[in-house]
């Protein structure tokens, strides 16, 4: 559709050109340019055949864009008859110039170039050949500056239109990295609440599964303390659903999420509470100073103690002890979870998915993580964290 449109045009121009030259032929006959003190006896009058090589002159125009080369070569040769046989070319030598400039404008330099030659050379054989006395050599100066100032034209708008292309093309680029960059950052979003939503509900539903076994052994013979464990399942439960939801609200479209601040290292003693409560006998150990930390190393840490106690929990056995060391030293975090289980082996024999994604968090901040058991018995949990200029 668009070509059409541009050939319609072009076949307009092409009418519009043969037209005018037509009505200004017929109206500076060789009569109009005598009574006028110029030389009309050089010039014939307009006669069936005159018209045909105007019309063909102009003709090519209506192809200007498809084949501008060939329109230009085409047109050549009745323009050169019109000079022959002693015709004015009228406008129709304006065919030549919008060819030339079509030429400039849809083909490379090279051809552009010997399409501006040919010009030159075609025009100085007929000004030769069929010098008129009234004409002279700075008129011939003049149509040749036209004919160069007509052929940049076309190359300013050729490369007007190479530069438009290539903004356009750069901003599709933009837009396509754009796009990947948003697909990555998604990608590594949903990755990140996967691992939170991992860490949170396996840590709740172990405590609740130990907590709910405690229940149902005690239920016959010390009721009351069936109901404080079920009421420890109960709040456990809600502690779930509550990080739950904050972790998940940022996948909302419809809605606000009520974003809580995330768990960090000021919330040990209350997880290490809550693993006394599940039965498990936990101590925390505070070295050093305690000094800020990053935000994402503070959740590291915390998630890693939160997993190295569950893990604990689910393999230690019966009767286990488990002791969460943080050593805040000037340049590094050391984070420590160990126990005195029987587990050891088959939990550092096949370890879970938790401790996985523990293992891409501290690498994350280009920690140090060791997982396996301890020679004198039972497993260890540890990371350390570097920290630059104390933070």
Known sequence: MRTDRALLHDTVLAVVLAAASLALLRVYDPATFQAQGLPG?????????????VVLTCAPVAVRRRWP???????????????????????AGVAGMVLLY???SYRGLAVALGALLLSLAVYTSQAVAFALPAVGWSDHVVVAVVLVAVWGAGRSLRLRRAYLDELKDRAARAERAHAADTRAARAEERSRIARELHDVVAHHVSVMTVQAAAARKVLASDPELAREALSAVEHTGRMAMSEMRNIVGVLRTDARAELGPQPGMQDLPTLVEQMREAGLATRLAVEGEPRPVPAGVDLAAYRLVQEGLTNTLRHAGAGAKAVV??????RELDVRVEDDGLGATALSEQPGHGLVGIRERVALYGGILNIGP????????????PLKDGQ
């Open 69 to 91: 080369l060939a329109g230009l070569c085409a047109g050549m040769l009745p323009e050169g008859l019109l000079s022959a046989f002693g015709y004015g070319a009228g406008v």
């Open 374 to 385: 301890k020679a004198e018995g039972g497993f260890e949990v540890r990371a350390r964290f």
């Open 41 to 53: 006896d050089m010039l014939r009058e307009l006669d069936p055949f005159g018209a045909v090589l």
């Open 102 to 104: 079509s030429v400039a």
């Open 325 to 330: 060391t943080v050593r805040h030293e000037p």
